[in-house]
């Protein structure tokens, strides 16, 4: 990361957890019935207006890439004036100011506090504006996202005015309403975050496989920790105010970090491509696959692994049932589940990282084309003319070139072919059958020349998953 990258992501992050801390100082205030952190939400409004210029000038340097301060002045110029982020950021302007002028002419009343939320919601809900889920068009989507923004933050945002608040009257009746508060914001926090993770993150190989999909299990673990401690706040440590008191302050502001720490990923997220717009490379050497299963003697062999895990499943709970057998029963359990074990390898598929890598090309006749040009020069001396396996340089090798026009080519997804053609292939006697082309291929020819075997191959079955399963072990 570079240096420009990381003031923009500091200053990015700084700015959300700000304007989540005024928004939910508010929120609080509503909650409290008495107006909390007043001074702390004029602190924050002038921190906010410190940092803008050095988000501005680390967003601006960004989008026109530059990296000279001659020319950053000409480039906060064009953002303000031609972006999208630009027109945002000043509307963003235009709501703090909006806060800090409804306070200040509210006094200390509490009916300005209820209207400041407006423009403090507003402000938040610009950073749905600027994700990626407003670029994909969706409207439900969008939604999704600002209900996620606005929860997250007030409960997150809450929590330094919550923390500053316990010092106040009555702090069991707070902490008890801010329970409830938090709640809410957690269903609807996680209840949107599904439905993002469904649309943005592509899936299971999207989430393990992207760096998208890190981030976002990062943000599920901490999202784990938050609700442990808000648990711990409310069922274990609440009911013994005022004795747990310092305790309590001292959780909150452990629990507030915590929320920093998910806005960083946060903020983090919106500068990464979305899981499902980006090649998941997947970590481990094994996929689950039903293939094997097609074959009905090793279909019958699973079913009695799974038949075997049942009966040991049974002893288990005849364990628990009765103390005479108990020891037995568990051993014996044991020693079936042992046995039992090894035969689930059936459904693990050894797999290449590039397995769930998908074309970029768009399966076009010009794609076709440069494909078999690229063909032609580096394949067919091996693979033959017309892909059948029988070219000349073939001829001596101690595995001989593969047809590429039988139907099992079609059992092979865009990713292993990439993967093949890039890294080489092993042969059935564990040694390269064939160099990759890594080197002397570009990607885009690569993925050419996937469309030019598909194109070039008249076998494609019917039912896909009937084709026998071909391994390169
Ligand atoms: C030096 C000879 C040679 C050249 C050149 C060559 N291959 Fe191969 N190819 C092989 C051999 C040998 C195998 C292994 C067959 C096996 O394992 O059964 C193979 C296997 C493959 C496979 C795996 C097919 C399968 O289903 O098992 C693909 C795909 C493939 N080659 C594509 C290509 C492409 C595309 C090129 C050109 C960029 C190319 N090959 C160039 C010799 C060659």
Redesign the pocket.
């Known amino acids: 990361m570079s240096l420009q990258e990381f003031l923009l992501l500091a200053s990015r992050t700084a700015i959300l957890f700000l304007e989540s801390s005024i928004f939910g100082t508010l929120a609080l205030s509503a909650l409290a019935g008495r107006v909390v952190g007043r001074r702390m939400v004029r602190t924050m409004l002038a921190c906010l207006l410190i940092l803008f210029p050095l988000w501005l000038a680390a967003q601006s340097a960004q989008m026109s890439d530059t990296h000279s301060f001659a020319a950053l002045p000409s480039a906060v110029m064009l953002v303000l004036q031609a972006s999208w982020v630009g027109h945002l950021a000043l509307v963003r302007i235009a709501a703090w100011t909006l806060v800090w002028l409804i306070l200040r002419v509210g006094g200390r009343g509490g009916w300005s506090r209820h209207w400041a939320m407006l423009p403090a919601g507003l402000a938040l809900a610009l950073h749905a504006g600027a994700g990626h889920a407003a670029a994909t068009g969706d409207t439900l989507l969008f939604l999704a996202v600002l209900a996620h923004v606005l929860a997250a933050a007030s409960w997150i945002g809450g929590l330094s005015a919550l923390w500053l608040a316990l010092d106040g009257p009555n702090p069991s009746l707070l902490v008890a309403r801010y329970a409830w508060f938090g709640l809410i914001c957690v269903i609807v926090v996680v209840a949107t975050a599904v439905a993002q993770a469904l649309e943005l993150t592509g899936g299971i190989v999207g989430l393990v496989g992207t760096a998208y999909g890190h981030v976002i299990l990062v943000k599920i673990a901490l999202l784990a920790c938050l609700l442990v401690l808000a648990c711990r706040h409310r069922f274990s440590l609440a009911p013994r105010l005022p004795r747990s008191l310092p305790v309590l302050r001292r959780s909150v502001l452990l629990e507030s970090v915590i929320g920093l720490a998910v806005l960083v990923a946060a903020s983090l997220l919106s500068t990464l491509p979305p899981g499902a717009h980006d090649q998941p490379t997947w970590p481990f050497a094994y996929r689950l696959s039903f293939e094997l299963l097609d074959d009905l003697e090793l279909r019958a062999e699973m079913l009695n692994a799974l038949r075997a895990l049942g009966g040991a499943a049974l002893l288990l709970l005849l364990a628990v049932l009765s103390r005479r057998v108990r020891w037995f029963a568990v051993a014996t359990a044991l020693a079936i589940t042992w046995f039992a074990i090894p035969h689930f390898d059936l459904l693990l598929a050894p797999t290449e990282p590039t397995y769930y890598w998908q074309s970029t090309t768009g399966y076009t006749p010009q794609s076709i084309a440069s494909g078999k040009a690229?063909?032609i020069e580096?394949?067919a001396?091996?693979?033959g003319p017309n892909g059948a396996g029988d070219g000349a340089?073939?001829v001596g090798?101690p595995?001989?070139?593969?047809d590429?026009t039988a139907p099992?080519?079609w059992n092979?997804p865009d990713g292993e072919?990439y993967w093949?053609?890039t890294h080489g292939?092993i042969?059935?006697d564990g040694k390269l059958?064939?160099a990759g082309?890594g080197t002397t291929?570009d990607d885009d020819t690569v993925w050419a020349?996937i469309d030019f075997?598909h194109a070039n191959n008249p076998n494609k079955p019917d039912d896909l998953t009937l084709g026998a399963p071909?391994h390169?072990h």
Request: contains cysteine.
């Open positions: 690229a063909y580096h394949c001396a091996c693979h340089l073939g090798l595995v001989p070139p593969a590429l099992h080519l092979h072919l093949w053609i292939v042969g059935p059958a064939m082309f291929l020349l075997l071909h390169h």
